[in-house]
């Protein structure tokens, strides 16, 4: 049998072992042609089987989506940064962002190149250790769109729930937490998420949006970064990231299989409050940094007591064959990235790593 690590790494992330084996099974000869996927016409009829279905199943698992367009782009949720305000913020209206961590903080900073950008809430004053409270948020008229980071990936943070922007649409980078809970996609005029951590692997970008708001981009743009390029082309305006798709399509399958949204919420809870109660019982030895009501059942951020126990925390993890738990740069600490493929064994293998190690150097 393979040996697989206990994998929290960041993204790329662990991918499903069902879906990578079914892959290899079909690796070399896909579908009887007599090629791999990465080797044949994106214009042909076996590709676009997998293009549309990958589409469609992504739809119906957010609840059907009618209205909404699917489109796999490239450039990674970065380039999103930057397209959105391209193509949605228009001459004299004002983009609107939450401040929430260091991704938000990105998209902010691309978005300032575009054109009129301002910070509505942040959550700077507390170091980024919860989600702005948006309870009274206010949208002036000309508001172009609402953009949230649904969970700043680095800090651990996440949105509980989302505010309601009535008619101004609400923009969601679900980078790294899309398909790992039930949300109302009707909420969003448009979410995007790079796929590497929850989709598939790096290499596709999905953007979900609601038609009317892809379907004029401005003219002045350059050709591959207006949406309505792609939506008009069903995403096959130039040669598509085909095996990416093709794994997206497998690890929607397989998010099927695993009873759809609600099963995997459940399952991620489940995994989330195994690692959480350790920290919380382990009378102050281990510390969850976040607010309580801002915690991430993505991203679990926690610290030691110093930065050097922090170091022996990562050296002797890696020889038990746990990987990825280095928090960010720069952020420090460490964090457990249990992504929707991450299995409820690896986080139970990692609390009884935690608990063990308290005990040896408590
Ligand atoms: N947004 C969030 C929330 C992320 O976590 C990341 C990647 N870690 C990005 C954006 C950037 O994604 P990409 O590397 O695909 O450009």
Redo the contacts with the bound molecule.
Sequence with gaps: MTKRAYNFN??PAALPLQVLERAQAEFVDFRNSGMSIMEMSHRGKVYEEVHNEAESRLLSLLGGGKGYKVLFLQ???????AMLPMNLLSEGKVASYVHSG???D??IKEAKLIGQTNVVATSEANKFMSIPDLSNIQLSDDTAYLHV??????EGTQYQQFPDTGNIPLIG?????ILSRQFDLNQFGLIY?????NLGP?GV?VVIAREELINNSPKNIPTMLRYNTHSSNNSLYNTPPAFSVYMVNEVLKWVEEQGALEGIEKINRKKAQLIYDTIDNSGGFYRGPVEAGSRSIM?ITFRLTSEELENQFIKESELEGFVGLKGHRSVGGLRASIYNAVPYESCKALADFMSHFQKTHG
């Design positions: 960041a993204g450039g990674g949720a970065s380039t999103q940064f260091s991704w938000a990105k998209a980071t649904s969970n700043e990936t680095i980078d679900m980078s790294s937490d998420a790079g796929a590497q951590k790096s970008t991203n």
